[in-house]
């Protein structure tokens, strides 16, 4: 005998953000998709004190590269209470040397939970490069 009330079923849910980013360069992309994630959240910033980090990272390549840059950043805001405005990006292929600078979060009015692969691709345009970024909320 079997119970029909068992079974499974797609169902609708909203619990992603996609972002599209374009920029002349890789660097730019890298520094836009971070001003664009803290836009997304409604991010706010302290006036002081203003903070400095340095973030050094590698990866396989430029797509996780930019999952790593970009969770890093998450991390800071929750582990410290940091958000970040102003960014120098150098990459040397699969490596990324950034100084950031930023301040106390002054508030936040959403969530990203991480930064995902899905349909990650950097693609290359006569203007530039591309991307579409989706995060958890």
Sequence with gaps: ???ESFGFKEIGHTADWALEVSA???PGLFRLAAEGMYALTETTLKAHPRV?????????DEESLLVAFLSELLFLSE??????DRFQITLHGPALQAQIEGAPIAGQKKEIKAV???NLQISRTPAGVSVTIVFDV
């Design 1 to 3: 005998m079997t119970d």
């Design 24 to 26: 002349p360069d890789l």
């Design 52 to 60: 400095e980090r340095s973030i050094e990272l590698s990866a396989i």
């Design 116 to 118: 995902t692969y899905h």
């Design 79 to 84: 582990s410290e209470g940091l958000g970040f």
